[in-house]
């Protein structure tokens, strides 16, 4: 039968297609352009990828619909099934075959687009010095034995004392044409030593995009380049998702599928390209208006943006192509923006320590400070980057998924639906919750029947910190069930004890599982023991400011953080949260051409700190597993936030 | 009925197609992509766009087939139809619309491409130099905090000194998946200052093409870059021809036809891929192995394939869009070439002067030489230099295409059929001839039945000189029929006379009207007088040595030249032909990337005389006008040529 054809149809999209016998779901899903859910990469760990046999309105376009035209559940599948975690009519379609025709459904849980994130970016004075200056001119009338070029190369050295341009060829091929309409020219000239378009007449309008590529969003601003105004923001999901959650799993697919790097530049520019439609058409503006783009991104975003092979980042030693800064033709990416556009890539600073971190340098300046800086962007991977006016030290720190929600039991994206928010009431262990999307807290009667779909990044943080608190998780991290009698929050499943979040009937319990605080531990001992590396390079006891830079950094409440020990020793009030940090840095690369300089020399300065070489890394993080580490000093540290009143 | 769509089948290509009623011939066989002679411009004027109307095999196929589905006769036609050039049957292309159903025959005679000449290319000696290098370099195994292109570029300035290179970002799209194939890598270099292109393995075959777009020919040679050895050498017609003959009928098209300027670029360009491919099959090469291309042609071919906007060159000032020399990605203008080729374009002198004549001063250097050289370089446009190490001068000249045999009432191009050679008996007025593609004279009987088409320009020359001799031509140029009584090859038609060249049962009669000899006068005057502007500039009254280049240049006798005073004054055995120089300056600049620099520099050197702006061009030119030049003192003119025995 391996030869044979068979039929596949998805719903709702309905989209179809005909495929070899054999074929994987995900690969027949992605071939028909089908949104499935894939966060681990294929390898049956996340569960996202359910999808359920049809027998309803689609199912007669098949020719049958049957159990038996999948391959046989695989023994993962099967405790998945037994956990009561995959129903009986779904199948994992990272595991699963296509032997014959089918109908499936991929249920909105299984796909990606659900949640749309916007990063949205701290506003702050900028300095104005845009790469790309349109500047007026009227030539003179041509003259025998004098060239087009060169009437126009003196009379921007004599107007605006702008010697030795050089005219691209692209603005070549406009100038004879624009001077048959006008001697009155708009001249576009980039880093004032090249015109790189030609118009004729009067334009004086400059646009341009700040571009933050992360793994699983996009973010993007639209600025008036001579004001600095932002015009629109807008956000997207990185469709790169489908082939992974995180840079390790894409990374992953790349080594596999040799023409995967193809696949993953197309869809992200695609992306960015729609994204720019959408500020563009928000902003009132003709995207042929925009004229300067800068790019920031952790280093495999980079380079899949920019069409630089990124495989060498997946192994040690994570070698960048490059560290440079970029700067191309925008037309070269093909995106839908004017064709004199430029695009401008911040330089990286090392492999895993992206343009992004440079951005938050940018942004932030530690370089100008006198006191010490700690600076965290926590993403999937965090970038941490701590010094001072003398020194600067940066490394990367891979604390995996569990910080955004994902891999985690009961974890999900920050999206509507999702527990952000909780409290643990010490006596009765009864969680109060708030949720993304509705303004008041669970016990509010204003609350209803607002829908829990889960527990995003913050709100796994807090009830780990308070069950923490509440004596149910031990120092060492252990969810001590047995200590609470038969509490009917507190259920044993196989040996270890989970926590129950919350409850909806008809729908799957929310559970706090071993594994989960685990996975917890694992990452915040990751950060910690990175900081402590950074600062002992530096021979620092403690740091005296701690900017929170990211999504997760800004929405997680720094007492926690400090409960748990994500974070070293430091005054609550100096620590606070930065925002989109490296949207703000390229926002201010976009604007102001020396910070391109600035940022581009700075890189240069900064000490790379490699965690994997370190032999004191493992030390670290063994002593920063347990809640909260032992040389943990934490100053405030009392049962109830210091927000709270006590219940 | 001007609404109405007719159908039109053009024999015998077959090609059809529907357009609305009243289109103009032309135009319907440049869309259908049918090949038809426009030389003129549409003017009505070299009648070689005739068109007959067809009762035969296609006929059927339209719905009728008469010939009031034409426009009416125009006058210019019904002129050529009495003169008994135009057959009752033919109508001219350009002069003609569609006003309904016909299959039209495009005739041998009427199409652009029955002759394809090649331009050859003297060989001399060369450096070699090329601007582009493949280095081998095996790279260091990768580290932490090296990316690979600082890895990359220490090594270069390691192994090769060279240090501060740039890494194209294409190049850079290649280092990562080069370097996981092979540590060993081959770097492609351009100008030493940049890679361009980063293989796998090792690469050492070196290419090159050096490219001459002429209005009417193109011509190219493939070489090795690392030996300098030309591997093959092509022509083939310039197709924008079918827009026009010279430089000034395209230039008149494209004032007239604002789109016109893609179409004629893309049709050089597109000539220029397949002439590339035609050279690597001769040389048994792949064109994927070309990396460098130099280009040389006259201002508007220069500007039409870089794909600047010639309109200027059309009216005075006649100002170029830039002179300068220019590079880029061969890849932007689409020819089938390896993706990390480059593109080199010799720099223009000035308006009307291009690089073509840069190209001719590179490859004969009149800037070492000590005596006064005059260099010129006849084609439909003449390009004159004059100078020596002290000056160099420069200047244009509108021959027309008289040289070039077009515009002539039987003249035709340098292809097979055409008299390039006549001696004219004193007494008998009887013509010898010989014949492009026949070793033999017409009296030998080896010549047999060779089919004579028409008279190509150096055949033109060399009977008016011997017309001139034999006292037939008065030195005013005018044919002194009368004298001669009732010669039967002297004809009256209409008030001037014509000299019966041939006549081939059944076919037309070839003359030589007085209005061949009036346009050969006028060429021949207006490069006598620019050569004279020249002169005086440099307040010389003779030069030492005489170079003539380009086709005409190479196949026209020089005692000829000298007998109807094309040039100026000079020991005959100090004038010699150049053969190609254009193409040899192409080569020169694509193996040696110093002579670059010296040509860049050199035409910054050189004087533009400008004839349009000399106030004595106009009494040099009316001096001019007689045959031989009243001031011509030529020492060995004689009745008979001096290669020739008495009669």
Known sequence: MSDAVIQVIFSPSGRRGTFQSGVNVVTAARRLGVDIACLCGGNAVCGRCQVHLVEGEFAKYAVTSSQAHLSPLTRREAALREQGLLHRSARLSCQTRLLGDVVLDVPDSSQQFQSVICKHSTVQALQINPAIHVLPLELEPADFAVSDAERLLSQCERDFDLPELHIHIDALRQLGTALRQSRKLSVVILNQRQII???????????????????????????????????????????QIRYGDDVMSRLSYLMQNPDGQTELTDAVRRAVGDLILVLSHNAGLDAQQILDISVVGNPTMHHLFFGLDPRALGVTPFALVTREALSMCAESLRLPVNSAAQIYGLPCIAGHVGSDAAAVVLAERPDLQSSMMLIIDIGTNAEIILGNQLRLLACSCPTGPAFEGAQLSAGQRAATGAIERVRIDRQTLAPRVKVIGCPSWSDDERFGDTAITGICGSGMIEIIAELFMSGVIRPDGKIDGARHGKHPRL???????????????????????????????????????????????LDIQRVDQIRLAGAFGSYIDVYYAMVLGLIPDCALAKVSAAGNAAGSGARIALLDRHARSTIEQLVQRIEKIETALATDFQEHFVAAMPFPHASHTFPSLSPLHPNEEPL
Request: aromatic content about 8%; proline content about 4%.
């Open 197 to 239: 378009a030609i118009w004729p007449g009067s334009h004086d309008a400059l646009y341009g995009v700040a571009l933050d590529i992360g793994s699983t969003t996009l973010a993007a601003q639209l600025c008036d380049l001579k004001s600095g105004t932002v015009l629109a923001s807008a956000g997207a999901m990185n469709p």
């Open 491 to 537: 259920v044993l499943q196989g040996r270890t004890w989970s926590y129950l979040v919350w409850q909806t009937p008809g729908q799957n319990p929310l559970y706090i599982t071993q594994n989960d605080v685990r996975a917890i531990q694992l990452a915040k001992a990751a950060l910690y023991a990175s900081t402590m590396l950074l600062m002992q390079q």
